[in-house]
T-cell receptor
Framework: GAVVSQHPSRVICKSGTSVKIECRSL??????MFWYRQFPKQSLMLMATSNEGSKATYEQGVEKDKFLINHASLTLSTLTVTSAHPEDSSFYIC?????????????FGPGTRLTVL | DAKTTQPPSMDCAEGRAANLPCNHS???????VYWYRQIHSQGPQYIIH???NNETNEMASLIITEDRKSSTLILPHATLRDTAVYYC?????????????FGKGTSLLVTP
């Protein structure tokens, strides 16, 4: 399967600061990447869809000015949590889409654990 | 969006086959069934997907009923490392392609 990496794997920051999370497709080019968030004991929730060279598409209820997404190349998408608050503490996971003939497959990164103090 | 229903938890003895059921009675004709699993504090891992034919790969087998309203993921010889939450997902098209709508999944515990 395709390999997706995330950096950092874990970050602790103070309230009010911004945090950038990187998502890279290591052995393939990904025109589309997705960002998910997972709170403890809950399932993954899609936050936004990131397309290379264009603006991200956010899911309902996700603040685009707070969660800035940049997909400047075919192998890198970044998520910046601006002015982070304790309620933003969560497990952030990205995935990259591999296009197939009739359907797509998503491969996920290992996740980034964000703790806001 | 087509919804899926899975049992919240299952147990399986090590070495035995684990059969994880999934109900997706509202699935549309062009929607695929995907299976992922998530080991604690890791990103989900792709297992297998299918449309209407049964599928097999090195990880598992996917059996889809003829009416496509349900499916079963089979791990032929479960090991302790297969303990994870297993998600059955029917893909949906978002604004920019197929997004995955994760439900609560089935927590599989493989016991010695």
């Amino acid at each position: 399967g395709a390999v997706v990496s995330q950096h950092p794997s874990r970050v602790i920051c103070k309230s009010g600061t911004s945090v950038k999370i990187e998502c890279r497709s290591l052995d393939f080019q990904a025109t589309t990447m997705f960002w998910y968030r997972q709170f403890p004991k809950q399932s993954l929730m899609l936050m936004a869809t990131s397309n290379e060279g264009s603006k991200a598409t956010y899911e309902q209820g996700v603040e685009k000015d707070k969660f800035l997404i940049n997909h400047a190349s075919l192998t890198l998408s970044t998520l910046t949590v601006t002015s982070a608050h304790p309620e933003d503490s969560s497990f952030y996971i990205c995935s990259a889409r591999v296009k197939r003939e009739r359907t797509d497959t998503q491969y996920f990164g290992p996740g980034t654990r964000l703790t806001v103090l | 969006d087509a919804k899926t229903t899975q049992p919240p938890s299952m147990d399986c003895a090590e070495g035995r086959a684990a059969n994880l059921p999934c109900n997706h009675s509202t699935i549309s004709g062009n929607e695929y069934v995907y299976w992922y699993r998530q080991i604690h504090s890791q990103g989900p891992q792709y297992i297998i997907h299918g449309l209407k034919n049964n599928e097999t790969n090195e990880m598992a087998s996917l059996i889809i009923t003829e009416d496509r309203k349900s499916s079963t993921l089979i791990l032929p010889h479960a090991t302790l490392r297969d303990t994870a939450v297993y998600y059955c997902i029917v893909n949906r098209r978002s604004n920019s392609g197929y997004a995955l709508n994760f439900g609560k999944g089935t927590s599989l515990l493989v016991t010695p």
